[in-house]
């Protein structure tokens, strides 16, 4: 088998996407696991749909974490006209809900997991411009963090940018905090 002929500026942008992909998986904005998983599928020659989200992958844990619930759904087709963002009765008006409440009127909904927020901030051209000014959970997935209490992540608008966060379940959330939801 002879070597395609490849100029060497090629394989000089090729090293230097791999050391971005790198840092990027160091830094914790790239989950491990789907950069193996894509990188898999790029050797197969398989085609892969950018905009699927693997919900029933692991998802991301900061270090120092565990996960203490991750709700499966499947493969996800990201759309966002298929995503509800849900706000409580108990949060209108000014008002807040304690997370551990809240999370317990939504354990029989269809809530979004990590794996979507994470999808997100790595493709954040995607995320509708309505979303900015709010706080969107992903109640999927539940995490304890270092000390042991629970915690939900999140994503808002800040500085230009999207970014992510978490909540612990033992502060209030109020009007702003938003639980997104899959519509099917």
Sequence with gaps: MTRQCVPNELYGQLHRKFREL?????QGTIPFQRAINDLQALIEGRTFDSRIID???DPFVPEG?????????????WNP????LYLSDSQKDNKTIRGHELRKELENQLVLNANVL????????LIPETW????????????HDQDGSLCVRCLYWVG????????????????????????K
């Design 160 to 183: 230009g940018r999207w970014d992510g966060d978490y909540r612990w379940l033992d502060n209030d959330l109020g009007v702003r905090s938003f639980a997104a939801f899959a519509c």
């Design 22 to 26: 790198e840092r990027r998986i160091d």
């Design 118 to 125: 994470d999808y997100l901030l790595n493709h954040q051209g």
């Design 65 to 77: 974490w565990t996960v203490a619930e991750h709700r499966e759904r499947g493969q996800l087709k």
């Design 132 to 143: 900015k000014g709010k706080q969107i959970f992903f109640w999927g997935t539940i995490y």
């Design 81 to 84: 006209d298929m995503v509800s």
């Design 55 to 57: 919900c029933d992958a």
